[in-house]
């Protein structure tokens, strides 16, 4: 069994769910994808949902691999195709293939299809859905369900002709190509020019939970970055997904990553899940009804109790959730993370509140597969990376007493880094302002999918012009912040410097608290979660929550973690190299080892 894992994970080239090869040939659906395949810094973790294997293969350095995607290239597509088989078989779904021919690229021709329950492999009639300057074709038998592809599509299907269209006042995304069709094909959007209708590449995710996308399939999403320049043109985008779990999900994960402001919702008529449901059951005038009925998604006003009625049903079948771990046992006792929260983390200088807030970054990305944008004013990205690779590693960047990370430790730091964080950096010289901030942050959410938005510190923005003073400028900033990781579904750590704090008569700092922040009380009011990082007389490093707004996500309290120099890491229990520091005096420079 060892040797056919083996054999089969190192022919994967990317986190996903596959065919088991261990129980697939033994169960009724033999093409069921139940091995969940997770690429980590370290090499490969996998996970039956069926037959419950599971394991971790660690890679050779020789052969560590590029998680990248591979470039895209052209693939050969069918010159000529049967239209009158393409019509025949559209028409079966009530689409005029007619209609849709100059706007669409449908081709058709023989295709090898694997065995899937009852049906067996080989050559099918089939239409392919082409994809881009032929970069990839989706195919679809004529005569069954079965789907297979050559290529990968990575693009809207469809975007190529958008970005032809002059004027665009609506833009309709649907989760699969044939709802694209059936939507084309009716006269009002025919007719209409400045409509233009775009399918997901990839339909609706396989994996939800609770109607959200789950961090592993975050990679899958890049297509909406690639069509920024045709959804920014547009401030009407009508998300025509199906109405089951999994389409809900897609929709939601597409609302998060292209702004909810401009995203609409449809209702289908009783009995229908899709558009192409409601072309063949009600005909094109309903299509057309459904595309005007189109309602704002929930953003801001007044709801009724049905508005809310899903995720009540899930808090009645499953009560209160915690949150995500840390990946520090001794912090998860005073609070946990959930998307959609403001946590304030303050500190005098040099307690290492930022070095905390990578250590919790580095551990999201490791647990959850997190992604994340940071805003570090006082940590040039180069320095931020190197101290990243640090924690990652667990080896020092630069020379020093304790050997330092090899080169081959260092380019895999950096591949992890490229593909969990992203840095919002101003280089232009002007001050960064919270509108600017937010801006690059939603682009970061539509390109990679970020989960966690840091700001590092506070006094670096810029405040608004038209407040009379500080504490109601950070007042609204702090709002801002709330609504944004709210409507976006992330989690901001927002680090602000509190004021001079004052000593006792062996020099001792107070701890600063959520009041004790420079400039205003909000702080304290606003945040979700409140966080000091502070270093006691002893030496130690004291983590305490004095702002927990939710109580089954955490407890106001204080715990002490382990703080490693030359790595930069946190942990709960002193690592076995390094043993915990002797800090001389609060803020100065560590100049002696504890031996």
């Not at 025509?240 to 999900?249: I, M, N, V």
Request: hydrophobic share 35%; net charge neutral.
């Amino acid at each position: 069994m060892q040797d056919l894992l083996d054999n089969f994970l190192s022919t994967i080239t990317e986190t996903g769910r596959y065919i088991c090869p261990v129980c697939s040939k033994t169960r009724k659906k033999q093409n069921e994808r139940t091995l969940q395949v997770t690429f980590k810094s370290d090499g490969v973790v996998f996970h039956c949902h069926h037959c419950l294997v599971e394991g971790r293969r660690k890679e050779k350095k020789e052969k560590e691999r590029d998680y990248s995607p591979p470039p895209v290239r052209a693939i050969s597509v069918p010159k000529i195709s049967d239209d009158e088989l393409i019509s025949a078989y559209l028409a079966g779904r009530s689409i005029n293939y007619s209609l849709v021919k100059d706007k669409f690229n449908v081709v058709s021709g023989a295709r090898y299809f694997r065995a899937h329950g009852s049906l067996k492999e080989g050559e099918f009639p089939a239409i392919g859905f082409v994809y881009g300057n032929n970069e990839a074709v989706k195919w679809r038998a004529l005569n069954d369900k079965r789907f297979t592809q050559d290529g990968a599509a990575r693009i809207f299907w469809g975007i190529d002709q958008a970005r032809k269209v002059e004027t665009i006042e609506r833009i309709v995304i649907t989760e699969g190509e044939i709802d694209a069709l059936s939507i084309g094909s009716i006269g009002a959007v025919i007719k209409d020019k400045a409509i233009v209708v775009l399918s997901a590449p990839n339909g609706a995710p396989a994996r939800v939970s609770n109607r959200r996308v789950e961090p592993e399939d975050d990679t899958k999403f890049s297509y909406i970055f690639d069509g920024i320049d045709v959804l920014k043109r547009c401030d009407k985008i009508i998300l025509g997904t199906d109405s089951d779990e999994a389409g809900e999900a897609l929709a939601e994960e597409l609302a998060r990553r292209i702004g909810r402001a401009k995203c609409y919702s449809v209702s289908y008529p009783d009995g229908c899940k899709d558009f192409n449901d409601v072309l063949q059951k009600h005909g094109p005038e309903a299509v057309e009804t459904a595309l005007d009925g189109a309602t704002p998604m929930p953003l801001e006003g007044v709801y009724t109790v049905d508005d809310y009625a899903d995720d009540v049903a899930v808090l009645y079948k499953n009560g209160m959730i915690g949150g995500l771990s840390t990946g520090l046992k001794n912090v998860d006792e005073l609070f946990t993370i959930v998307p959609g929260q403001l946590s304030v983390v303050t500190g005098i200088p040099g307690a290492g509140k930022s070095e905390f807030v990578d250590q919790l970054m580095v551990n999201l990305a490791e647990k959850y597969q997190w992604k994340f944008a940071v805003a570090s004013f006082e940590n040039p990205p180069p320095l931020h990376i190197a101290k990243l690779a640090e924690k990652i590693v667990g080896r020092p960047f630069f020379d020093g007493p304790s050997q330092k990370m090899s080169k081959e430790e260092y380019d895999e730091a950096l591949s992890y880094i490229n593909k969990h964080w992203m840095f919002l950096e101003q280089k232009s010289g002007e001050v960064s302002t919270i509108d600017s901030l937010l801006d690059r942050a939603q682009q970061a959410i539509m390109r990679m999918g970020v989960r966690g938005l840091v700001i590092d510190p506070y006094n670096y923005i810029a405040q608004s012009q038209k407040v009379d003073n500080e504490h109601q400028g950070i007042n609204d900033l702090l709002t801002r912040l709330v609504s944004f990781a709210r409507a976006n579904q992330i989690h901001i750590w927002f680090i602000a410097h509190p004021a001079k704090m004052p000593t006792d008569a062996q020099g001792q700092t107070a701890v600063p608290k959520g009041m004790n922040i420079s400039g205003s009380a909000s702080f304290f009011a606003k945040a979700d979660i409140g966080v000091t990082v502070h270093i006691n007389k002893r030496g130690e490093v004291e983590v305490h929550c004095w702002k927990i707004r939710f109580k089954w996500l955490g407890s106001v309290g204080k715990t002490t973690v382990q703080y490693d120099v030359p790595t930069g890491r946190y942990s709960d229990t002193a690592y076995d190299i390094h043993m915990p520091e002797t800090i001389n005096k609060l803020g100065e420079k560590i100049d002696a080892w504890w031996t």
